[in-house]
């Protein structure tokens, strides 16, 4: 990453010349940024969920020749990612981009940040910060004096800058955080809401994970550094801020449907019928030749039954023949 400055201004370049910012006072915000043209595609591919909310923006100046931007395009956010009245709420910006979602607005944030053998949420309350603060400069900057400087966050993950200590419980927010959206090498690009600036738009920077005089921490110490006076010994005390790596571990919560629901559905299933097991044999009948189609009779009613009952008619007793040699003896 370098910075120069020419007749055309400060600008800002990413490592592989991919991206280029211009700075103040050439432009007022830095709310647009310039991508290389033949490098678009590929920088689309690191983020394209985020990517579709960028717009090209066409030429307002013819360029020189021996101009920086030539071969560049000019691209600025949508107004989706506009600041509407939320005073430039930093963290929850970040989690939207982190996201690719403009309108989220859960409570519970996105972020995590290393803490022992576990990862705690960032941005829930003061007193949460504070332990992970504390638990930053006690471990981590201990491990590596040089953990500020090369606090490295992946696409889609965020920086964080917080005082050497926080007001606990006073409604205020006193750190700065900034999700990263692309990379060129050891360039992370961001774009972030700032507190610091009026605009109703958010903007782009970027910062060297590489050369500490370009990181995020040696970007915003100044805003954050605090110092006090010690009346003994007649000095000035600084007190240096932290650089936290904020992780994205956020996981879309599945809704479940009640149990009364998951009931009623299931009476309207209809569950196959039984088969029986004689059916399981298949018998084959040979093809008949159809056969005319005979015409319906009439219905006949029914015989009516008498109600006089009919006389049970005596059977004749068979009378006995005589044979006429039995007679006269």
């Not at 030749?289 to 039954?305: C, D, G, N, V």
């Given at each position: 990453?370098?910075?120069?400055?020419?007749?055309?201004?400060?600008?800002?370049?990413?490592?592989?010349?991919?991206?280029?910012?211009?700075?103040?006072?050439?432009?007022?915000?830095?709310?647009?940024?310039?991508?290389?043209?033949?490098?678009?595609?590929?920088?689309?591919?690191?983020?394209?969920?985020?990517?579709?909310?960028?717009?090209?923006?066409?030429?307002?100046?013819?360029?020189?020749?021996?101009?920086?931007?030539?071969?560049?395009?000019?691209?600025?956010?949508?107004?989706?990612?506009?600041?509407?009245?939320?005073?430039?709420?930093?963290?929850?910006?970040?989690?939207?981009?982190?996201?690719?979602?403009?309108?989220?607005?859960?409570?519970?944030?996105?972020?995590?940040?290393?803490?022992?053998?576990?990862?705690?949420?960032?941005?829930?309350?003061?007193?949460?910060?504070?332990?992970?603060?504390?638990?930053?400069?006690?471990?981590?900057?201990?491990?590596?004096?040089?953990?500020?400087?090369?606090?490295?966050?992946?696409?889609?993950?965020?920086?964080?800058?917080?005082?050497?200590?926080?007001?606990?419980?006073?409604?205020?927010?006193?750190?700065?955080?900034?999700?990263?959206?692309?990379?060129?090498?050891?360039?992370?690009?961001?774009?972030?809401?700032?507190?610091?600036?009026?605009?109703?738009?958010?903007?782009?920077?970027?910062?060297?994970?590489?050369?500490?005089?370009?990181?995020?921490?040696?970007?915003?110490?100044?805003?954050?550094?605090?110092?006090?006076?010690?009346?003994?010994?007649?000095?000035?005390?600084?007190?240096?801020?932290?650089?936290?790596?904020?992780?994205?571990t956020f996981k879309e919560k599945v809704k479940t449907k009640p149990k009364y629901e998951e009931e009623q559905e299931e009476k309207k299933i209809i569950k196959p019928i039984r088969r029986s097991s004689r059916l399981s044999v298949v018998e084959v009948i040979p093809l008949q030749?159809?056969?005319?189609?005979?015409?319906?009779?009439?219905?006949?009613?029914?015989?009516?039954?008498?109600?006089?009952?009919?006389?049970?008619?005596?059977?004749?007793?068979?009378?006995?023949?005589?044979?006429?040699?039995?007679?006269?003896?």
């Open positions: 990453m370098n910075i120069i400055k020419n007749e055309e201004g400060e600008l800002k370049i990413s490592d592989n010349e991919i991206f280029i910012l211009l700075l103040p006072p050439e432009t007022k915000n830095p709310t647009e940024i310039f991508i290389k043209e033949d490098s678009i595609k590929k920088i689309e591919e690191q983020n394209p969920s985020f990517f579709k909310f960028l717009f090209k923006e066409r030429a307002s100046r013819r360029l020189k020749e021996n101009s920086f931007l030539k071969g560049y395009e000019k691209y600025s956010i949508k107004k989706d990612f506009e600041i509407k009245g939320e005073k430039n709420d930093c963290l929850l910006f970040a989690e939207r981009v982190s996201l690719s979602n403009p309108k989220f607005e859960e409570k519970s944030s996105i972020f995590s940040v290393k803490s022992g053998k576990t990862d705690k949420k960032f941005g829930v309350s003061d007193k949460g910060n504070s332990q992970l603060l504390s638990y930053t400069k006690n471990y981590e900057i201990k491990k590596n004096p040089l953990h500020n400087l090369e606090v490295n966050p992946n696409i889609g993950d965020a920086y964080a800058m917080l005082p050497a200590e926080l007001p606990i419980d006073k409604g205020t927010c006193p750190y700065h955080a900034a999700s990263v959206i692309f990379k060129d090498g050891n360039t992370n690009i961001t774009i972030e809401a700032d507190a610091g600036i009026k605009t109703d738009k958010p903007i782009f920077d970027m910062y060297s994970s590489s050369q500490h005089k370009y990181s995020f921490y040696a970007s915003h110490m100044k805003t954050y550094l605090d110092h006090e006076f010690d009346e003994k010994t007649k000095k000035i005390k600084f007190k240096l801020p932290t650089t936290l790596l904020l992780k994205n030749q159809p056969q005319p189609l005979q015409q319906p009779q009439p219905l006949q009613e029914p015989e009516k039954k008498s109600k006089t009952k009919k006389k049970k008619q005596k059977k004749k007793k068979p009378t006995k023949k005589w044979f006429s040699r039995f007679r006269g003896r």
